[in-house]
C-alpha cells in the first residue's frame, strides 16, 4: 500500500505559477503510475495528465497541456505537479493518484491510493 500527502497549494492570483507536491509513503514507489486531478465546486472531477513509474512516459489532458508539467523523484517518493500562466478557471482541490497498473490512464476508477487533495485558488 502507500499513502498520499498533497502540498503546495495556496491562494495566488492571475499568471502565477505554483508547485505541488504528492509525497508517497510506502514501498516500491516507483512501481505506481501515478496521475493528478482536480475538482472545482459543482463540477465533476478532471484529470489533468499522468507519469509512469520510471518517468519516462508523460501524459497531459489538452486543457493543461503546454502550462502544467508533470515530473516525479523517486529517491524522494514524490511526484510533482508545476503550473505555470494560471487561470481563475485553475481554482480546484487538487488530487494525486497511484496505481499499481502499468500505464497512465485518465479514469479515476483504475487508480487505487488517493491524497486528501490541496486547495489552489486562483484570483483574478
Known amino acids: 500500500q502507500v499513502q498520499l500527502v498533497e502540498s503546495g497549494g495556496g491562494l495566488v492570483q492571475a499568471g502565477d505559477s505554483l508547485r505541488l507536491s504528492c509525497a508517497a509513503s510506502?514501498?516500491?514507489?516507483?512501481?505506481?503510475?501515478m496521475a493528478w486531478f482536480r475538482q472545482a465546486p459543482g463540477k465533476e472531477r478532471e484529470w489533468l495528465g499522468g507519469?509512469?513509474?520510471?518517468?519516462?512516459?508523460?501524459y497531459y489532458a489538452d486543457s493543461v497541456k503546454g502550462r502544467f508539467t508533470i515530473s516525479r523523484d523517486n529517491a524522494k517518493n514524490t511526484v510533482y505537479l508545476q503550473m505555470n500562466s494560471l487561470k481563475p478557471d485553475d481554482t480546484a482541490v487538487y488530487y494525486c493518484?497511484?496505481?499499481?497498473?502499468?500505464?497512465?490512464?485518465?479514469?479515476?476508477?483504475?487508480?487505487?491510493?488517493w491524497g486528501q487533495g490541496t486547495q489552489v485558488t486562483v484570483s483574478s
Open positions: 507519469i509512469s513509474g520510471s518517468g519516462t512516459s508523460i
Open positions: 510506502g514501498r516500491s514507489f516507483s512501481s505506481y503510475s
Open positions: 493518484a497511484a496505481t499499481r497498473s502499468v500505464g497512465i490512464y485518465s479514469q479515476g476508477a483504475m487508480y487505487n491510493y
